[in-house]
């Protein structure tokens, strides 16, 4: 893609004629031909008469200038701007950037289906001010903000979230939008090279700090103008919602199957708020590209530690869950991307949901095999709320089968493995609490057996059941994501 062919800039400014004049001139040396907006909300004052008749000055049939009357303020002015943008792509930028070098065409290649945004990315709390800023919000997490002093945005996706508003972060409802759908890693991409040129953020952190820049200068000193008015505010009203969603997954020596555990969670149609990760491997598992929403919790083993430690894991986890929601979800297991999403949905009316009638593949000798029960689900498909974690917690010791345990509470141990009639598709607990339900038209999910790294426990790690031939029932079971498995074989 040509960028001059599908990308509108965008552009706020007031009073501040050397500066825009500075990056509109830098803007167009690399983009002759591209559409540029400008909303100039500058006064009537020796400063802003200059202002304008500068920008007066440059309007052409490629340089559109909107002039509301008064200083509309950075989020309100893109906003409004946006509004007349008519290509696929807007880029927001700042009136004190200086282009040194075009990134546009390589951005534009960043793009996919579902992209919201490519540029610099900030951690900041849920309010928009810088991480640490404001220790007392601290507690409630962070999330990622894609800076507007120059970033690319896809306009059909632009319109599905949050608009800018009148705010000192301007995209703080847009991320926050973006973040409480758990979509900020999968629809919003980092541009290397871009990030301010000078500063450091408030208070000093290592959120970011400025260095010089390849492609745009910006040295955060050209448009401090107090802000006017009170900000909006943030979603809602609510600027720092509870977590909805909790995924819990228990590693240790078992990378491979770690990293597509992570590209099923990061795919997920609906992402958890909170993954906490509670790894007991002798080899810790890279952290460096866990995404935004993970909570990382390192166990270290000890010789004291049971052959299997999974109870172990699951109680530390236990004290760090903040969601309404809560997934057992393990590292050699696939999820489609709906299995959040289908789960979430019956937790709604159910306190205890899972899948029954386990499906189990054994990559290595090329087997499979279904459990006929109905009357538990494994632990790796079962989900309950929050009001159901005492019931689980007065469950939690004992030997490394909890899952069986849950059931039971609903259940009863007796019926713990009862095997109902083959057409029955899903079972409701008498107390009304549960539901266990069969996906075998829709299938979300597959317990993937003899992969590298430390053995598990339970059905299917032995290989037992019938031999699949060409892999077909391993393509009937994940029809999307097959491929990825058929390459460990390969390799």
Same mark, same amino acid.
């Given at each position: 893609?040509?960028?001059?062919?599908?990308?509108?800039?965008?552009?706020?400014?007031?009073?501040?004629?050397? !500066?825009?004049?500075?990056?509109?001139?830098?803007?167009?040396?690399?983009?002759?031909?591209?559409?540029?907006?400008?909303?100039?909300?500058?006064?009537?004052?020796?400063?802003?008469?200059?202002?304008?008749?500068? @920008?007066?000055?440059?309007?052409? *049939?490629?340089?559109?200038?909107?002039?509301?009357?008064?200083?509309?303020?950075? =989020?309100?002015? !893109?906003?409004? &701007?946006?509004?007349?943008?008519?290509?696929?792509?807007?880029?927001?930028?700042?009136?004190?950037?200086?282009?040194?070098?075009?990134?546009?065409?390589?951005?534009?290649?960043?793009?996919?289906?579902?992209?919201?945004?490519?540029?610099? %990315?900030?951690?900041?709390?849920?309010?928009?001010?810088?991480?640490?800023?404001?220790?007392?919000?601290?507690?409630?997490?962070?999330?990622?903000? /894609? $800076?507007?002093?120059?970033?690319?945005?896809?306009?059909?996706?632009?319109? +599905?979230?949050?608009?800018?508003?009148?705010?000192?972060?301007?995209?703080?409802?847009?991320?926050?939008?973006?973040?409480?759908? &758990? !979509?900020?890693?999968?629809?919003?991409?980092?541009?290397?090279?871009?990030?301010?040129?000078?500063?450091?953020?408030?208070?000093?952190?290592?959120?970011?700090?400025?260095?010089?820049?390849?492609?745009?200068?910006?040295?955060?000193?050209?448009?401090?103008?107090?802000?006017? &008015?009170?900000?909006?505010?943030?979603? *809602?009203?609510?600027?720092?919602?509870?977590?909805?969603?909790?995924?819990?997954?228990?590693? =240790?020596?078992?990378? /491979?199957?770690?990293?597509?555990?992570?590209?099923? @969670?990061?795919?997920?149609?609906?992402?958890?708020?909170?993954?906490?990760?509670?790894?007991?491997?002798?080899?810790?598992?890279?952290?460096?590209?866990?995404?935004?929403?993970?909570?990382?919790?390192?166990?270290?083993?000890?010789?004291?530690?049971?052959?299997?430690? /999974?109870?172990?894991?699951?109680? %530390?986890?236990?004290? $760090?869950?903040?969601?309404?929601?809560?997934?057992?979800?393990?590292?050699?297991?696939?999820?489609?991307?709906?299995?959040?999403?289908?789960?979430? +949905?019956?937790?709604?009316?159910?306190?205890?949901?899972?899948?029954?009638?386990?499906?189990?593949?054994?990559?290595? +000798?090329?087997?499979?095999?279904?459990?006929?029960?109905?009357? $538990?689900?494994?632990?790796?498909?079962?989900?309950?709320?929050?009001?159901?974690?005492?019931?689980?917690?007065?469950?939690?010791? &004992?030997?490394?089968?909890?899952?069986?345990?849950?059931?039971?509470?609903?259940?009863?141990?007796?019926?713990?493995?009862?095997?109902?009639?083959?057409?029955?598709?899903?079972? @409701?607990?008498?107390?009304?609490?549960?539901?266990?339900?069969?996906?075998?038209?829709?299938?979300?999910?597959?317990?993937?057996?003899?992969?590298?790294?430390?053995?598990?426990?339970?059905?299917?790690?032995?290989?037992?059941?019938?031999?699949?031939?060409?892999?077909?029932? /391993?393509?009937?079971?994940?029809?999307?994501?097959?491929?990825?498995?058929?390459?460990?074989?390969?390799?």
């Amino acid at each position: 893609m040509f960028a001059d062919d599908v990308v509108t800039g965008v552009c706020v400014t007031h009073n501040t004629k050397d !500066l825009i004049e500075r990056s509109f001139l830098s803007i167009r040396k690399f983009h002759p031909n591209m559409k540029i907006i400008i909303v100039d909300g500058s006064d009537n004052s020796p400063k802003g008469i200059e202002c304008k008749e500068y @920008i007066k000055s440059i309007s052409r *049939d490629n340089t559109i200038s909107i002039f509301p009357g008064y200083n509309i303020g950075h =989020g309100k002015g !893109l906003a409004l &701007g946006i509004n007349y943008v008519r290509t696929p792509f807007v880029l927001t930028f700042d009136s004190d950037i200086e282009m040194l070098k075009s990134p546009l065409s390589r951005m534009l290649d960043m793009f996919e289906e579902g992209t919201y945004g490519v540029g610099y %990315t900030e951690k900041a709390d849920l309010g928009g001010h810088d991480f640490g800023a404001r220790p007392d919000q601290v507690k409630f997490g962070s999330m990622k903000y /894609l $800076h507007p002093y120059f970033s690319l945005i896809q306009m059909r996706e632009y319109n +599905k979230y949050q608009p800018f508003i009148h705010h000192g972060a301007p995209a703080v409802n847009t991320m926050l939008d973006i973040h409480n759908r &758990g !979509l900020s890693d999968k629809v919003i991409k980092e541009f290397p090279g871009l990030g301010h040129s000078s500063g450091r953020s408030i208070p000093p952190s290592t959120t970011w700090v400025g260095s010089p820049r390849e492609f745009i200068k910006h040295d955060r000193d050209g448009t401090n103008i107090p802000i006017q &008015g009170t900000w909006d505010k943030v979603i *809602d009203g609510i600027t720092f919602p509870p977590k909805k969603i909790t995924s819990i997954t228990c590693t =240790g020596d078992r990378p /491979l199957t770690f990293l597509l555990c992570k590209k099923w @969670i990061e795919q997920q149609t609906v992402r958890p708020d909170q993954w906490i990760i509670v790894d007991d491997g002798k080899e810790p598992i890279d952290t460096t590209s866990l995404p935004s929403f993970a909570k990382y919790i390192r166990r270290e083993p000890k010789p004291s530690d049971p052959q299997h430690t /999974l109870i172990l894991n699951i109680q %530390t986890a236990m004290n $760090h869950i903040a969601g309404e929601k809560i997934f057992f979800m393990e590292d050699d297991e696939y999820y489609a991307p709906n299995y959040i999403e289908e789960l979430s +949905k019956k937790l709604d009316q159910y306190e205890l949901v899972g899948i029954g009638r386990s499906k189990y593949y054994h990559l290595l +000798k090329a087997t499979y095999y279904q459990h006929p029960n109905m009357g $538990h689900a494994s632990l790796a498909q079962t989900a309950f709320r929050s009001s159901f974690l005492p019931d689980v917690k007065r469950v939690i010791n &004992g030997d490394p089968f909890f899952d069986v345990r849950i059931w039971g509470i609903v259940n009863g141990s007796s019926s713990a493995y009862f095997k109902l009639d083959e057409r029955v598709l899903a079972n @409701i607990s008498k107390d009304g609490r549960a539901l266990i339900f069969e996906d075998k038209d829709n299938s979300i999910y597959c317990g993937m057996k003899g992969m590298m790294g430390r053995k598990g426990i339970g059905c299917g790690h032995t290989g037992e059941g019938e031999p699949d031939r060409d892999r077909q029932k /391993l393509k009937e079971w994940i029809p999307k994501d097959y491929q990825d498995y058929l390459n460990i074989v390969k390799n």
